[in-house]
């Protein structure tokens, strides 16, 4: 739990989402780290929480068709962490309804 606490700390200050929010992104993050997939169904198989598995992967699911974000406030948040020097140009890539969206992002 003392790597949840430091993970939420490290983002709180960059994130402006309730409590409740934001520790569910660590849990999901802390998850993903250990899984090393994006496979949902696996991730909620490690949540750090006494819920039932199916619990986990439904309220994954909940997560990601309901809560919008800025994905390139997003990009810019994890480039500022490694601290990798401008100029940079990335590449946010998801997959839609309709296909693959790919958005290019740059400092230059």
Known sequence: MNELNRLRDTLRP???WHGARLN???LFLMAL???KTVNLMEIATVFANPVQISSNY???QRFFREFKFD???IAR???SLIDIPQPWTGLLVSTA???LSVKPISTS
């Open 71 to 73: 994905r390139a406030e």
């Open 77 to 79: 948040f994890v480039v």
């Open 33 to 35: 780290f250990q899984t």
């Open 24 to 26: 569910f992104v660590c």
């Open 14 to 16: 960059h994130l402006p």
């Open 97 to 99: 309804p309709v296909g």
């Open 58 to 60: 439904q309220r994954l």
